[in-house]
């Protein structure tokens, strides 16, 4: 019988520049404390790239240590989907910008911008090229410089957010391993929970809007909060029934890190023990597109995850948009 191709995640690579900022620095800008923050979100720090580091620099950094996992040289690559809201620029797209600074000659290389689901929305994608045979070596990327589009002046908001870069190369496999089902969903009547209403051609750019903070993120948390428990429960225990298996199955759960308390509610839902789901957002906040390849990659070179394992990815974010995959590594 034909074995079946799958797209197998072959290489991970992340990277977090190295300026931290930390509770007691939020103190000093906001109306806050470390006590709310760390007991309402689980952050402790956030890393922040200098002014002159560009969302495509930090990307770089995480996709050369994917490609040197994986064995591949720049020349391999057949496709680079890069998710982020923070571009370095409008046009082109990041990805463009990524492939260049890297000489990837026979890429394509396009964004998509699902807000915290972009690396999982970008590794669906990736699935069904390799399963269709339209490419064999993709990169995948989620990277965010979300201290661009922080209002330092809003607590509610600038408190949760930071800087990183995460990727994988995935390439067809035929031994059983690789990703065995992905889900995505949207739900575009409620965008104005987390958004940046100022700055597209709904309300193009203005000096007013850019004064009362407009231009920058935007979020109904706890209304955010309680679609993002529900839909990354349904979510995760989607791909795991679509993929034939049961709960008990899941060897790690590696979810956005938004909120500690969003995580803790989704492991209650989901039956596991809390050593079976990945936590790091006590180190670098909510880095959105970056937070679960980064998280990713950390438990890869940790040997959290074997050979044969069954890991959960899930995340959520603005858009509103959500998605899962599992992959039997
Ligand atoms: N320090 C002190 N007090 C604060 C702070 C702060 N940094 N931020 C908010 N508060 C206050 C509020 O003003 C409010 O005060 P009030 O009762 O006097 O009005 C009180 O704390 C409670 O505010 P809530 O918003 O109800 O607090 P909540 O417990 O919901 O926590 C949070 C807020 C952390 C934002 C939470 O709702 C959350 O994590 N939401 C989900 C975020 C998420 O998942 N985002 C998706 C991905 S992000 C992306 O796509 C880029």
Redesign the pocket.
Known sequence: MEKKIRARIIGTGSYTPPRRMINAD?EKI????DE??VS??GIRERRIADDDMTTSDMAVQAVQRALEMARCTHEDIDALIVGT?TPDYKVPSTACVIQEKMGMPNAVAFDNLA??AGFLNGLSIARSFIECGVYRKIVVVGVEK?SSITNYKD???C???GDAAGAAVVAPDDSGAGILSTFMKSAGSLREL?WIPVGGTRNPYSRENALNGSDK?R?S??D??KV?VREMCTSALKVVDDAGLERKDIALVVP?Q??I??IDALTKRLGVGSDKVYVNIDMYG?T?SASVPLALDEANRSGRIKPGDHVVMVA???GLIWGSALVRW
């Open positions: 939020f906001v109306d806050t404390s709310w923050i309402r979100t809201v807000a915290c979300l607590r509610n908001t408190v949760l957010f987390l993120l979020m948390g706890s955010v909060f993002a956005h938004a909120n308390r969003i909510n959105s959520f974010g603005g």
